[in-house]
């Protein structure tokens, strides 16, 4: 999907979660290209999009690994390893899938953040 069509999804309702969760990542993914040219608005947004869904769904591990990642990429690194340190927290309450699998890699970025410039 387009960035247009995750829009439309979100206007039909604004608080649902995984509406703002594909946005958020879609945004993250498209930042620079040329359906988001503005780096850092793009990141922005999907940071503002991707912070809605945690709080509403905070079961979802996905948002912490793709919020944290926009957040490193804006250089707002202590709220990246605050958010990085709840998904891997919340990753252990889950059984095995239900993105669980997010855990080491969610390590490793909190890792790099401790160690210093990314």
């Known amino acids: 999907m387009n960035l247009a069509t995750f829009r439309k999804l979100l206007a039909i ?6 509406s703002r969760f ?5 945004l993250f993914e498209a ?3 040329d359906e988001a040219p503005d780096t850092a608005a793009a990141l922005s947004e999907a940071v503002e999009h991707l912070s809605i ?3 509403r769904e905070p079961g979802h591990l996905a948002t912490y690994h793709f919020l944290s990642q926009a957040l490193i ?3 707002r690194k202590t709220e990246a390893r605050d958010v ?3 998904g891997i927290e919340r990753a252990s309450l889950v ?3 239900m993105g669980r699998d997010l855990a080491p890699a969610m390590r490793q970025m ?3 953040l401790d160690e210093g410039p990314m």
């Open 84 to 86: 990085l340190t709840r």
């Open 53 to 55: 869904a945690n709080a």
């Open 22 to 26: 594909g946005l958020g990542k879609k």
């Open 73 to 75: 990429r804006l250089d």
């Open 95 to 97: 059984t095995e899938g």
């Open 110 to 112: 909190l890792a790099t």
């Open 31 to 33: 930042a620079g290209s």
């Open 13 to 18: 309702d604004p608080s649902d979660p995984l």
